[in-house]
């Protein structure tokens, strides 16, 4: 019965590789995120969907790209990975957009970049 | 865009004290104002939010207090436990973007 799921919960790769973190919620939402947390703990919001369709795309290189085939699923993809892209990736769901609600967040993907 | 800024950046009180994390913001327009728990190795959770038409809003040990005016926000827990440790994170957003600004966290380390 897991709200926000994410996988892998751990990913570790070298320099230069492609990845994907797919995310899932089950809590009907309308509105999914991904959230960078960098080591000293900085939660930075990167893109938010709502019903598929883009929203928020804050300054993030375009070798990461959001792709979200239904409104239940938000998967990110990294190209080209880079050393700077280690950190804790976090995807989040909420209820509604415009509405100001609770975002409910995944366990988070640890991406080691070697 | 918005700005929210967050003090103290790591906090120790002894068992059984208050703590106050205090937090400020740069637009006007935001209107959401929730705060955020993250235990060691865990997810951020939702512990209390509180929405601009109000000024103080309580639950058990917890307590959000805004002012509009000076645009800024605080968390007190009053009768800290060692389960509050963690880091708390405030934000702030607006209605219409859902986009949620956080502050860059205060450690809090509650002393036996």
């Known amino acids: 019965d897991t709200a926000v799921s994410q996988t892998p919960k751990y990913l570790v790769t070298q320099m230069g590789n492609d990845k994907s973190i797919k995310c899932e919620q089950n809590?009907?939402?309308?509105?999914m995120y991904w959230y960078k947390q960098d080591s000293k703990k900085f939660l930075k919001i990167m893109f938010s969907?709502?019903?598929?369709?883009?929203?928020i795309n804050e300054t993030v290189p375009n070798r990461f790209s959001p792709k979200s085939p239904d409104k239940a699923h938000l998967n990110l993809h990294i190209n080209s990975l880079e050393l700077g892209d280690s950190a804790v990736y976090f995807c989040?769901?909420?209820?509604?957009?415009?509405?100001?609600?609770?975002?409910?967040f995944g366990p988070g993907t640890r991406l080691t970049v070697l | 865009g918005e700005n929210v800024e967050q003090h103290p950046s790591t906090l120790s009180v002894q068992e059984g004290d208050s703590a106050v994390i205090k937090c400020t913001y740069s637009?006007?327009?935001?209107?959401?104002f929730p705060w955020y728990k993250q235990e060691l190795g865990k997810r951020p959770q939702l512990i209390i939010d509180?929405?601009?038409?109000?000024g103080e809003k309580k639950d058990q040990r917890i307590a959000v207090t805004l002012n509009k005016t000076a645009k800024h926000f605080s968390l007190h827990i009053t009768e800290t436990q060692p389960e509050d440790s963690a880091v708390y994170f405030c934000?702030?957003?607006?209605?219409?973007?859902?986009?949620?600004?956080f502050g860059k966290g205060t450690r809090l380390h509650i002393l036996p």
């Open positions: 989040a769901s909420s209820q509604a957009s415009g509405r100001g609600d609770e975002q409910f």
């Open positions: 809590l009907g939402h309308d509105t």
């Open positions: 969907y709502n019903n598929k369709e883009l929203i």
């Open positions: 637009d006007s327009a935001s209107n959401y």
């Open positions: 509180i929405r601009s038409n109000v």
């Open positions: 934000a702030a957003s607006m209605y219409r973007d859902d986009k949620i600004i």
